[in-house]
């Protein structure tokens, strides 16, 4: 396990090791309820709320905001051969008062350190040259404090060196080899190599697949990397889901805490330093303390032109629900793919993009250019206990 120095990883938590797998609805919801009570009855405190230390009891509890968890569907899948998820344990720490931030990171970091999820973390699927690339960014909407890494190599959990960047320096951003030397400095293990047996063996295939194309013309090169791709994921060797996947993770407590974070392996196979939306601020998280939060999953490309992030939380700030916000985003989506190379033959996206969003309120949504089958669920976790809902989609049917 490596080393962690800034915050505790799940698994060590006190409180978490006292919950059980299994654990009933009522069970779940009576240890969360007890501790929004607790802080729903705490005094109020005249700290200005720049001043106040966010999340810590004592602070105003507001009482038109419902508390939620929301995530990508591998937020409620994954749990590192622990007892919970990552919603589950956000939802449980933000309830008992942590900060809303802190509680993010510590369910991701159970999606990041789990080997069996290929798109995030440890065993994350390696790039072109079989070394896996992290990324991951973090904001902290009441201190309107960032930060981000891209890029980064060694580390199991990039979400913790992206809150090392907004803590502990000036910047936003880090990226490459520096990242990793940042991280090192900051105490945290580099690993020589996070490639699981299963993501080594899935990239010497993509390898033996794909050579003879490696160094075609672009758009022919395009349409048989697509080729490989589909058909590795119709052999049963990639999740589809997993080629661009990532876990966002948002959340808002009852004192109207808002946060949120990203973080990825990237776009499997991808060319060396090759960096998506998900550590851009604006792109693959976009997080404003008074209005929402707007995180993504899918391509990143496609993403990073619209700033599509910060476009969601800007409609919600004039007064959007976050559906109608993140939906606004899918479309101009749509609206700025216009290579053939990106239309599938009814002349639509030909790949997905996904986004979580939740508003001050506690209004929440997950929304997608599609929603098929098994990319048709976000996870959620308020009162009501952990589940999955579904995904509002802009186009029917599939990318393919
Ligand atoms: N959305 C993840 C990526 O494109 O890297």
Redesign the pocket.
């Given at each position: 396990m490596p080393h962690c120095p800034i915050a505790p990883l799940p698994h060590m938590l006190p409180r978490g090791r006292q919950m059980r797998n299994g654990m009933s609805r009522r069970d779940f919801m009576a240890s969360t309820a007890v501790a929004g009570l607790a802080a729903a009855t705490e005094p109020l405190v005249a700290a200005s709320y720049r001043e106040r230390p966010v999340g810590a009891p004592g602070v105003r509890v507001q009482s038109n905001v419902r508390p939620v968890v929301v995530s990508s569907a591998n937020g409620h899948r994954f749990r590192n051969g622990g007892t919970k998820t990552c919603i589950e344990t956000a939802y449980e720490m933000m309830m008992r008062g942590d900060d809303v931030l802190d509680a993010l990171i510590a369910g991701v970091n159970i999606v990041e350190l789990d080997p069996a999820e290929s798109s995030v973390g440890y065993g994350g699927l390696p790039n072109a040259e079989g070394v896996v690339q992290l990324?991951s960014s973090v904001m902290h909407g009441p201190k309107k404090r960032a930060g981000a890494v891209g890029a980064i190599e060694g580390v199991r959990t990039p979400s913790l060196v992206a809150k090392a960047v907004m803590e502990s320096t000036d910047h936003h951003l880090i990226v490459g080899k520096d990242a990793g030397t940042f991280a090192r400095n900051m105490g945290f293990t580099i690993e020589d190599d996070l490639n699981t047996d299963r993501s080594r063996k899935a990239w010497l295939e993509w390898k033996r697949r794909s050579d003879p194309v490696h160094y075609l013309d672009p758009n022919r090169k395009e349409a048989a990397l697509r080729e490989v791709m589909l058909s590795m994921v119709d052999d049963g060797l990639v999740d589809e889901n997993h080629i661009?996947?990532?876990i966002n993770c948002n959340g808002v407590n009852a004192n109207g805490d808002i946060c949120g974070v990203t973080t990825?392996s990237?776009?499997a196979w991808k060319i060396p330093g090759r960096v998506?939306?998900?550590p851009i601020l604006g792109a693959?998280l976009y997080v404003d303390g008074t209005v929402g939060a707007a995180g993504?999953?899918?391509?990143?490309?496609a993403?990073l032109f619209g700033l599509c992030s910060m476009l969601i939380v800007e409609e919600m700030r004039h007064g959007k629900h976050p559906k109608d916000a993140g939906l606004e985003a899918c479309r101009r989506i749509q609206h700025n793919t216009i290579e053939s190379r990106l239309l599938n033959d009814r002349g639509l996206p030909n790949f997905n993009v996904n986004f979580y969003v939740l508003n001050a309120k506690g209004d929440y949504a997950g929304v997608a250019l599609y929603a098929p089958g098994a990319g048709s669920r976000f996870a959620v976790c308020d009162e009501k206990g952990p589940r999955l809902e579904s995904i509002e989609p802009l186009l029917e049917g599939s990318s393919r």
């Open positions: 990324d661009y996947g990532t990825t990237g776009l998506g939306d998900s693959g993504s999953t899918g391509r990143g490309e993403n």
